[in-house]
Structure formats: structure tokens, C-alpha cells
């Protein structure tokens, strides 16, 4: 699908990720382009699914979640249904930012934020442990980001 993109698309997805508030008239004069087409590449590219949404990219530790923690799950049963439970309750958990069915000795890995260790602590025995669908749990702490991107590289 991104045989789609000419190079024109492709720098407009990229100010998109720098700066999503800018105007359709600043991308336009970023782009050298008139308004017209530059909203209607826009346009095109949230149709089809190019531009999945928009939102603000928030300061985790400065609205109170200091911890950041990378779960390893492996599920009691390799089957269908088992694995249907497990993702219909992990999205149901706030704490849990990414989840996403991995390979090797786990099935699952989960991104989950917490405001400290002890509510860690908490979202793992009374929300996550109790999963049914869960065998085993594995967690390793963040103690500091080195590389955090939300851009990719067009």
C-alpha cells in the first residue's frame, strides 16, 4: 500500500507527525503547493487509512506515571479462545498502553504505566494476575527512556 505514497504524501505525512496542528494553509506553504491539493492529499490519506487519527502526545512522568514497565504473558493454553479472553480483558486495563502478540518464549508483551511501584503493584495482582487466560507473568521495569519516538521514518 505505501507504493501509494509519492514523495509529496510522504513529506506531508512527516509534517503531520512533527506538527499535527498545522494549518492546512502552513502545510501547504511547507509543501509549495496551493491549499486546494494539499487538502485534498490530507483528505485522501485519512481515507485511506494513512492518517489513522490525531491526538497530543502527553508527558507521562509530568501527569503522574513514573513507572513504566515491559510485561512478558504467556497464556495457560495455546488455543483460540484463550487467547480471545486474554485480549478482550487487557483492553479493558487503562494501565496498558501497547499490547501486542509477540514471538519466542512469551505470547504476549504489554507496555503498562503506573504512578509508582506500589500502584504497579496493584494493576499486577488485582488487575492483570487475575486473567484467567494468564500462565505466567514477567516484568522488567524502565529505569530510564534513552530513545522514545512517536514518529516514523518517512
Same mark, same amino acid.
Request: aromatic share 6%; net charge negative; proline share 3%.
Given at each position: 500500500?505505501? $507504493?501509494?505514497? %509519492?514523495? =509529496?504524501?510522504?513529506? #506531508?505525512? %512527516? #509534517?503531520?507527525? $512533527?506538527q499535527g496542528?498545522?494549518?492546512?494553509? &502552513? #502545510? ?9 491539493? !494539499?487538502? /485534498? ?20 512522568? /509530568? ?12 497464556? /495457560?493454553? @495455546? ?7 486474554? &485480549?478482550?480483558? *487487557? ?9 501486542? !502478540? ?9 507496555? *503498562?504505566?503506573? /504512578?509508582?511501584? &506500589? %500502584?504497579? &503493584? ?6 492483570l494476575? !487475575? =486473567?484467567?487466560?494468564i @500462565?505466567? =507473568? ?8 534513552? !530513545?522514545?519516538?512517536?514518529q516514523?521514518?518517512?
Amino acid at each position: 500500500m505505501t $507504493q501509494d505514497l %509519492d514523495p =509529496i504524501d510522504r513529506r #506531508l505525512l %512527516d #509534517l503531520l507527525q $512533527q506538527q499535527g496542528r498545522l494549518s492546512n494553509v &502552513e #502545510l501547504a506553504e511547507r509543501l509549495n503547493l496551493s491549499a486546494t491539493p !494539499v487538502a /485534498r492529499r490530507w483528505k485522501r490519506l485519512e481515507e485511506q487509512g494513512y492518517i489513522s487519527g490525531y491526538s497530543a502526545l502527553i508527558d507521562q512522568k /509530568r501527569v503522574g506515571f513514573g513507572v513504566t514497565a515491559y510485561v512478558s504473558v504467556r497464556l /495457560r493454553a @495455546n488455543e483460540w479462545q484463550t487467547a480471545q479472553a486474554f &485480549e478482550q480483558a *487487557v483492553k479493558e486495563l487503562p494501565n496498558v498502553m501497547d499490547c501486542s !502478540v509477540v514471538t519466542g518464549a512469551s505470547d504476549y508483551m504489554l507496555r *503498562v504505566v503506573a /504512578r509508582d511501584l &506500589e %500502584d504497579y &503493584e496493584r494493576f499486577l495482582k488485582h488487575e492483570l494476575a !487475575v =486473567i484467567d487466560a494468564i @500462565n505466567t =507473568i514477567d516484568s522488567t521495569i524502565v529505569l530510564n527512556r534513552i !530513545v522514545n519516538r512517536n514518529q516514523l521514518p518517512l
